[in-house]
């Protein structure tokens, strides 16, 4: 397993293909710096790329999730941002910082396998970001949440105002966006943000390591073929989504695991897949 500063990766249970993402910088309450950014996407490349995972859990370690951007980067963002000579370049460079920090969150969309964030604490600004890339969210009792840019003085731009509206609603949304009020992971619950609060953390990990675990099991084709349908319809007209998933199923249908549901059905047993 490769080796990274501001995250981990963690197969819990050596005969499980799920896999554990950790954002690990717990005494920095896991805020987002430049490492990560070039980290985060490599390694979720990297799980992309392994036979042997199926799901990816995205988890915090310590006491939460993740605190949104690491302030001293932002703080070195903004000084190398500002070029007395020429306001061009200065623009252009800080776009081109933008959308390489953009590219590592979207890189969980990116991934063929699902993503499942795991929310504890707090998560707020960047994490917000994070999570709403995610295919699926789930968090415990004591997380709270905020789109919190607008506070900085930022426009929030890693994703959060792209992809909550189709997580939360439109109206939903730009409220929160715009108040970058807390709300409390029974509200996220409420708005849709997250499918279930958990108790606790380990009551999360169990809850959402069996949950992950079910989907390891489906057919890997199925489960990587539906996150990439979801995933490219939100972005397309509805004719252009059942023209994608006419021509992605029209190979994908061709699979041994059809027929390996067909046989296990046939013989009540537990259908069993090959690997990606
Ligand atoms: C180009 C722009 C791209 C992206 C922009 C994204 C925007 C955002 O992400 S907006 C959100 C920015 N984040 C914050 O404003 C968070 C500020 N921190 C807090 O509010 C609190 O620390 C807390 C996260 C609510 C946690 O509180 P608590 O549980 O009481 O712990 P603390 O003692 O406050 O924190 C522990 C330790 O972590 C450090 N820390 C927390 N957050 C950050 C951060 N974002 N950046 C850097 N460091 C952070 C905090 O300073 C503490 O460190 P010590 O050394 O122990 O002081």
Redesign the pocket.
């Given at each position: 397993m490769e080796k990274y500063t501001t995250i981990e990766i963690v197969q819990e249970n050596p005969k499980s293909s799920v896999f554990t993402l950790y954002l690990n910088r717990p005494?920095?309450?896991n805020?987002?710096s430049r490492e990560f950014f070039t980290e985060f996407p490599n390694a979720l490349s990297s799980l992309d790329h392994n036979p042997n995972v199926a799901v990816i859990v995205l988890s915090g370690k310590g006491?939460?999730f993740c605190?949104?951007?690491?302030?001293?980067?932002?703080a070195s963002?903004?000084a190398d941002f500002q070029s007395p000579s020429d306001r061009g370049r200065s623009g252009e460079k800080?776009r081109r910082?933008?959308k390489f920090?953009q590219k590592a969150i979207t890189a969980i969309e990116k991934c063929r396998k699902p993503v499942i964030a795991a929310v504890q604490?707090?998560c707020?600004?960047?994490?917000v970001?994070i999570i709403s890339a995610c295919d699926m969210r789930f968090c415990t009792e004591d997380a709270f949440f905020?789109v919190?840019?607008v506070?900085?003085a930022?426009t929030?731009?890693?994703g959060s105002l792209q992809r909550l509206p189709a997580i939360v609603g439109y109206g939903n949304a730009m409220e929160l966006a715009l108040t970058a009020r807390k709300f409390s992971g029974s509200e996220a619950k409420v708005l849709g943000l997250v499918s279930k609060v958990f108790g606790s953390k380990p009551d999360m990990d169990e809850g959402v390591g069996a949950i992950a675990d079910g989907i390891a099991a489906k057919s890997p084709l199925a489960v990587i073929g539906t996150k990439a349908v979801l995933v490219r319809s939100r972005d397309m007209s509805l004719s252009q989504g059942l023209d994608f998933v006419a021509t992605w199923n029209s190979s994908m249908l061709l699979s041994d695991d059809l027929k390996e549901v067909a046989a296990a059905s046939l013989q009540n047993r537990k259908p069993s897949f090959s690997k990606l």
């Open positions: 005494r920095h309450s805020a987002l006491k939460h605190s949104g951007i690491d302030l001293k980067t932002l963002i903004s800080s910082e933008i920090m604490g707090v707020i600004g960047g994490g970001d905020s919190k840019e506070d900085l930022i929030a731009d890693l």
